[in-house]
Each structure stands twice: as structure tokens, then as C-alpha cells.
Nanobody
């Protein structure tokens, strides 16, 4: 059974930092691009960042470029998202994601709230 379990969300002041982590199981982790996406109420899922199977080929949404950094540890089957210089508009539920040819998989999400 595929499982993606996110952690690390919380409440942070503008300008602060958080580190999200996703632990994966139930599939061949090293074969897939992993991504973080986010969603705010009433809006569609928004791509945040992705990372290739070997840890290279990182991609960022323009809205987070220069502030967020994605990484993965294939031995631990984890993918992290370091978020710096957080803004109120980064407030969202963040999901770990990967996809096969047929199916998309998400975790349960972790809430990030940026507010003073």
C-alpha cells in the first residue's frame, strides 16, 4: 500500500522558516519524481516544487523560487521542503505527491500558516 506521510507544518510569523518532511512507503521510491503541492480553501492544487529520482532536476514555482529548497534522501525514503522567508500567501495545506502513468498519489497534508 502506498503511503505518503507529511510532517513539519505549523504556525510561523512572516519571514520565518519551516521544514516539511514526507516519508514514503509502498512503492519504489528511487524510480519516481517527487513533488510538493499546496492548496488553499476554494482554490485548485498549486505546484510548489519537484525533484528527480536521483536528487537532481529540481523545479520550483516562480512564487517560491529563491525561498524554498527541495531535497530527498533515497536511503531514508524522504523528501523535504525547506521553506524560508515565508509570506502570508504561503499559507496552505502542503501535500507530498508522486504520480505513475495511471494514478496520482498524495499524503494527508500538513497545514502551514504564516501569520503575525
Amino acid at each position: 500500500e502506498v503511503q505518503l506521510v507529511e510532517s513539519g507544518g505549523g504556525l510561523v510569523q512572516p519571514g520565518g522558516s519551516l521544514r516539511l518532511s514526507c516519508t514514503a512507503s509502498g512503492f519504489t521510491f528511487t524510480s519516481y519524481v517527487m513533488a510538493w503541492v499546496r492548496q488553499t480553501p476554494g482554490k485548485a492544487l498549486e505546484f510548489v516544487s519537484s525533484i528527480g529520482p536521483g536528487g537532481g532536476d529540481t523545479i520550483y514555482a516562480d512564487s517560491v523560487k529563491g525561498r524554498f529548497a527541495i531535497s530527498r534522501d533515497n536511503a531514508k525514503r524522504t523528501v523535504d521542503l525547506q521553506m524560508n522567508s515565508l509570506k502570508p500567501e504561503d499559507t496552505a495545506v502542503y501535500y507530498c505527491h508522486y504520480r505513475t502513468l495511471r494514478t496520482n498519489y498524495w499524503g494527508q497534508g500538513t497545514q502551514v500558516t504564516v501569520s503575525s
